[in-house]
């Protein structure tokens, strides 16, 4: 089939039954960041309606029933969600029309074209719409839960109920059946592994489905139950943090007054975090899994083949930084027969001594020798990994797959007799075979065999094409792999029939698709936490209007303004790097699962710590938390001791 037409029906694959797979995987992130908007958008009504806390009661004072204030909060939530879905929709438009329009996607070698649908807009609208009403419902029963004369004092703090005991046992339940899930998940796989399980073999989607869900149901119960461990664990963090000063002591005793509010935000920035350390996790994981996977399955590091191989490209890509030797040879290829009972097809490579070999491959050579009178096979075929095996009474024979090439037999002593033709001129000679365990040379051929270089010198073989065999030190060179592979390309792209193979090449496409889905899965997630941060700052705002006498008495017995400045920043570090640090956590113990469950199919899964990425998250996070409490700060010092307390 035609290229065209491959593409066509991969598409038409992942779409159908009109479901479109890529669309589901990506709406699902919008979706997850609409759930985070709406913990910080709750806090934000908190804020407005803690404002607004005076104006209420004076309306309650002179006859505004309770229904009409709750209605109003609500219509107030539906006009911002309206307003803000519609400036959103708009928006996100406008950026496709951007990046479709500028040429931005031809130059990633990819084509892309604005379609607008009706789905489009009113999904998304409806959606922003009826998160933001449900956000508020809380904040508008808040506002008619007083009476007029409890609203008209001093502003106390308004959120102080505990969570439910229901809550905690449905959490907590949550919790043991998503441990459950994912140990029975683990087990299955490693008895599967171990050859113990044979059902798992069979049922793996199965089995990967239940550690997906096991995980999903314990993070599902940690979010639930996150009123009451998070605000515990600020407690205990902000009781070392107390001893830095004063500002840290009034941060960690402010932190503790509402345990339901730090538990919402610290969830919202949880959530989004969680997810960056399990793909990033995951991502490093899949590297450095594959990676020594690959080369466990490869003995030469990088190859280049072809017939068009020019003696300068061949110099020149021994220049290569991180290429630290190479080695240049002729090949044929040939078919054997009577090995294990079936065929193999080979690829003869000529080589001068075994030394030459040995500097170029990644296998034990020691007492092996290439001499005109042998041949060096592997011990096992590199398709099928089955042994390849010689016996005294086999016949092996090999017949030329190309015009001119070799024939060869295998004697009764188990010697091998070749014969070759090269333009009607015929000779013979007998190889022994020697073996060593050196792995796939070449994934085309169930083999690759070394003779000595002489015999294509002297006519015995002809050389049907060439091969550079090459290994490569990214380490003492300090280069990457995507870049020594992407240099040999450059230097053999004069001939787009020569192909570069091995485990280098591979792992640096693999590692070339991991990065790019890394960006954009992060790119994604980072919507959510920094919707999460923005709730930070909410919920400092919405500290300092109920603080408002507090901060007063701190001013009036000589609190300094930078004091109650550093106490907020304090505050705001307090609430993200703790919830941060958990997400990273939690993201980590997450990525190791799904390694184990995906990557110990293919070699022996590594549990890397991703210290870049992680590292990279907590401090944005922190950075973002002192930002987000500038200007509750500015807020708390602005108004003077005495005005502060008379307004209290």
């Known amino acids: 089939e035609s290229r065209r037409s491959v593409e066509a029906e991969a598409v038409r694959d992942l779409s159908s039954n009109n479901t479109s797979f890529p669309t589901i995987f990506l709406l699902s992130f919008g979706v997850l960041a609409l759930f985070v908007a709406a913990l910080a958008i709750a806090n934000t009504f908190q804020v407005l309606v803690a404002q607004r806390r005076r104006t209420l009661a004076l309306l309650r004072t002179i006859g505004a029933k309770k229904g009409q204030l709750y209605t109003s909060v609500l219509v107030e939530a539906g006009l911002l969600g309206l307003i803000a879905s519609v400036l959103g929709v708009g928006f996100g438009v406008g950026l496709i029309a951007l990046v479709t329009n500028t040429g931005v996607m031809e130059m990633m070698g990819m084509q892309a074209r604005l379609i607008l649908s009706w789905q489009a807009f009113v999904v998304p609208i409806a959606f922003g719409l009826i998160m933001t009403v449900l956000a508020s419902l809380g904040s508008a029963r808040s506002a008619t839960s007083v009476t007029p004369l409890e609203a008209l004092r001093p502003i106390e703090l308004t959120d102080t109920s505990r969570a439910g005991k229901v809550r905690a046992t449905i959490g907590v339940l949550t919790i043991i059946a998503g441990l459950a899930l994912a140990g029975v998940a683990v087990w299955q796989l490693s008895g599967m592994l171990n050859g113990l399980d044979t059902m798992a073999s069979d049922n793996y989607s199965s089995v990967l489905l239940m550690s997906i869900g096991g995980a999903a149901l314990v993070f599902l119960g940690l979010v639930l139950t996150a009123t009451f461990w998070l605000p515990v664990l600020m407690r205990g963090v902000g009781a070392l943090v107390s001893m830095c000063g004063p500002s840290a002591k009034v941060a960690h005793a402010n932190i503790q007054k509402n345990p339901r509010r730090v538990a919402a935000t610290g969830t919202a920035l949880l959530i989004g975090v969680t997810l960056v350390a399990t793909i990033a996790t995951g991502a490093a994981s899949a590297k450095q899994t594959m990676g020594e996977a690959l080369a466990s399955r490869y003995s030469v590091d990088m190859i280049a083949t072809g017939d068009g191989l020019k003696t300068s490209a061949v110099k020149e890509a021994a220049q290569v930084k991180g290429v630290a030797a190479t080695m240049y040879a ?55 990994g089955k042994e390849i095996t010689f016996g005294s009474d086999a016949k092996l024979r090999f017949t ?30 007998r190889l022994k075979p020697v073996q060593s ?42 280069v990457s792999l995507s870049d020594v592979f992407n240099k040999i390309q450059d230097v053999f792209s004069y001939d787009s029939t020569v192909s570069i193979t091995g485990p280098v090449a591979q792992r640096a496409q693999w590692e070339t698709i991991i990065n790019s889905m890394l960006m954009l899965l992060v790119a994604l997630i980072a919507v959510s936490v920094l919707i999460a941060l923005i709730g930070v700052a909410n919920t400092l705002s919405l500290s300092v209007i109920e603080r408002t006498r507090e901060s007063a008495t701190l001013r009036a017995i000589g609190m300094t303004r930078g004091q109650l400045r550093r106490s907020l920043a304090v505050e705001a570090l307090l609430l993200s790097l703790v919830a941060g640090v958990v997400g990273v956590v939690l993201g980590t113990l997450f990525g190791w699962l799904g390694s184990y469950m995906v990557f110990s199919l293919y070699g022996k899964t590594v549990f890397p710590f991703e210290w870049g990425m992680n590292g990279i998250v907590l401090v944005v996070a922190a950075i973002a938390a002192l930002l987000a409490s500038v200007f509750p700060a500015r807020r708390a010092v602005k108004t003077p001791p005495v005005e502060a307390l008379a307004e209290a």
């Not at 050579?365 to 041949?375: A, E, F, K, Q, R």
């Open 400 to 429: 030329a797959a190309e015009s001119n090439g070799i024939a060869a037999s295998t004697e009764q002593d188990g010697s091998a007799s070749a014969s070759s033709t090269n333009g009607g001129v015929s000779s013979s000679m």
């Open 330 to 384: 002729p090949t044929a290829t040939v078919t054997a027969e009577g090995v294990n009972g079936g065929t193999m097809s080979l690829l003869l490579v000529g080589v001068k001594n075994t030394s030459e070999l040995a500097g170029v491959m990644h296998a034990d050579l020691s007492g092996v020798t290439v001499g005109g009178d042998t041949v060096l096979l592997p011990k096992y075929r590199a398709t099928s």
């Open 437 to 478: 365990d050196y792995r796939r040379v070449s994934s085309n051929y169930d083999a690759v065999a070394f003779i000595n270089t002489s015999h294509f010198n002297n006519g015995d073989v002809t050389a049907t094409s060439h091969m550079l065999l090459m290994r490569v030190d990214t380490q003492s060179a300090g």
